[in-house]
């Protein structure tokens, strides 16, 4: 069974940059759409961007200034930076696979941002 | 850019029949996706192509799509249906994207 497992620092301070890896376990990182998305406590989900095997990317707009995916196949994971960060970055974030619908969900990491 | 607009709550009594709605420009021309999400956890995908529902997603969960507006409907609604649920399409209409609504709190008297 096809598992996601995400990893990364967990506390920044202001103006540091966000770095998160997501692994595929049990399936590969090839022919799949590899998308991020971050909650912030209490709100909504928001889409931040998405990867393909072949490294092409699109980001959410109010976003794009900041984040960079990258993926490597030979490793099955895929990574997100974002530089920059604010109070406002603080979320549990999340990878997922698929498009249009996003079929399979990592476990979420908590991300907090304080000085 | 598009926008997804989803009612904050919906409650209804157990056995009842719950429906979230997401309204959107003309969604009846896309393709609108539901997730699930329990406190604490990741959400989990209960509907996709407007209607069509994943492997182990109960068949009480069903969905539509038409005009202006999708709607998620869960029948016979049980105590573990009470979570947060999503709806999301991806807009091509520009940088192609994933959106989400705002999401609704269903609560399960």
């Known amino acids: 069974q096809v598992q996601l497992q995400q990893w990364g620092t967990g506390l920044l301070k202001p103006s540091e940059t966000l770095s998160l890896t997501c692994a595929v376990y049990g399936g590969s990182f090839s022919g799949y759409y590899w998308s991020w998305i971050r909650q912030p406590p209490g709100k909504g989900l928001e889409w931040i961007g998405v990867i393909t095997d072949s490294g092409s990317t699109n980001y959410n707009p109010s976003l794009k200034s900041r984040v960079s995916l990258s993926g490597d196949t030979s490793k099955n994971h895929f990574s997100l930076k974002l530089t920059s960060v604010t109070a406002a970055d603080t979320a549990v974030y999340y990878c997922?696979?698929?498009?249009?619908?996003?079929?399979?969900w990592g476990q979420g990491t908590v991300v907090t941002v304080s000085s | 850019s598009y926008v997804l607009t989803q009612p904050p709550s919906v409650s209804v009594a157990p056995g009842k029949t719950a429906r979230i709605t997401c309204g959107g420009d003309?969604?009846?021309?896309?393709?609108v996706h539901w997730y699930q999400q329990e406190p604490g956890q990741a959400p989990v995908l209960v509907i996709y192509y407007d209607s069509d529902r994943p492997s182990g997603i109960p068949e009480r969960f069903s969905g539509s799509n038409s005009g202006n507006t999708a709607t998620l409907t869960i029948s016979r609604v049980e105590a573990g249906d009470e979570a947060d649920y999503y709806c999301q399409v991806w807009d091509h209409s520009s940088d192609s994207h994933a959106i989400f609504g705002g999401g609704t709190k269903l609560t399960v008297l």
């Open positions: 997922a696979r698929g498009r249009p619908a996003l079929i399979l």
């Open positions: 003309n969604i009846g021309d896309k393709s």
